[in-house]
C-alpha cells in the first residue's frame, strides 16, 4: 500500500532526526506518520499506530516533557495488549518507560508498580538471568533511593549486579558504574567503610575499561579522594 510505504518512509526519516538530537523535527515526522496510519487503516489502531504513540513518547522524554510522554506511552501500551497480548516484549518495554516516566514526574510508588510489571513479562519471556532484568532491579533500586530506603535500594541494585556479573564478567563498564550505585547506597547510610570499599571497585573497573582520563574515571577518583580525606 503506497500510503503505508510513505508512513513508514515518515517514520524512518523521525528517526534519523531524534538520533541526530533533532528532536522537535524528529516530532513533525512521527506525527505525519501517525496520521498516514491511522488514515490507511480507517482508525483501527495497529502495531504501527502503536510504534508512533511510543515514538513521540520517546521524544517528549528527551525534551523532559514527562507528563505528554506519559500520556503517549500508555495509548502505545493499549494497542500493543490489543494487538500482542499482556506476555509481549512491547508491552514491557512500555511499562518500563512509563515508569520511567512517572519517576521523573516525582510518582515514585507508580513508577514502582510499572518496574513491576514490566519484570514480570521480562521474566516470562527471558527467565531471570538476562540483563533486561538487571536493568529492571537497578530502575527499581533508583526510585528506592528517591524515596529514601536505601536498604530496599541496595538490594536491588546488588541483584542487578549479580546478574551483569554472571553474562558479562568482571571488567564491563557498567559493572563500574553498579559498584558505584551500591557505595552511594551504603553512603545514605553512613557506611563509609563499606562505601568507599565499593567506589574503589568501581574506579578499577573504570580505569582498566575507560582509562584515567576519561571524565566519568575522574570524576569517581575525586569521590574516592574525598571520602578517604574524611
Do not use: W
Not at 556479573?165 to 553512603?187: C, F, K, R, V, W
Request: charged letters at 25%.
Amino acid at each position: 500500500h503506497q500510503q503505508e510505504r510513505v508512513a513508514d518512509c515518515l517514520k524512518l526519516i523521525g528517526i534519523v532526526y531524534k538520533n541526530q538530537g533533532r528532536i522537535d523535527e524528529a516530532l513533525v515526522q512521527y506525527q505525519k506518520a501517525l496520521e498516514v496510519y491511522l488514515v490507511v487503516s480507517y482508525g483501527q489502531e495497529g502495531a504501527d499506530v502503536a510504534d508512533c504513540y511510543a515514538n513521540i513518547g520517546n521524544a517528549y522524554t528527551l525534551q523532559e516533557r514527562h507528563r505528554e510522554a506519559l500520556v503517549q506511552h500508555q495509548k502505545a501500551l493499549e494497542v500493543y495488549q490489543s494487538v500482542f497480548g499482556p506476555e509481549d516484549e512491547r508491552v514491557a518495554k512500555c511499562y518500563d518507560v512509563i515508569g520511567i516516566s512517572y519517576r521523573r514526574l516525582g510518582r515514585y510508588e507508580e513508577a514502582l508498580v510499572q518496574y513491576q510489571k514490566a519484570r514480570e513479562v521480562f521474566l516470562g519471556l527471558h527467565g531471570h538471568e538476562h540483563l533486561v532484568i538487571a536493568v529492571g532491579y537497578q530502575n527499581t533500586g533508583n526510585v528506592l533511593s528517591d524515596m529514601g530506603r536505601h536498604e530496599d535500594a541496595l538490594e536491588m541494585i546488588s541483584k542487578a549486579l549479580d546478574i551483569r556479573i554472571s553474562i558479562l564478567g568482571d571488567d564491563h563498564p557498567i559493572l563500574a558504574e553498579t559498584y558505584y550505585g551500591i557505595g552511594a547506597q551504603h553512603l545514605y547510610q553512613g557506611k563509609a567503610a563499606q562505601a568507599i570499599e565499593m567506589f574503589t571497585k568501581a574506579c578499577e573497573i573504570q580505569l582498566k575499561v575507560q582509562g584515567p582520563d576519561h571524565p566519568r574515571t575522574k570524576e569517581m577518583l575525586f569521590l574516592l579522594s574525598q571520602l578517604g580525606k574524611q
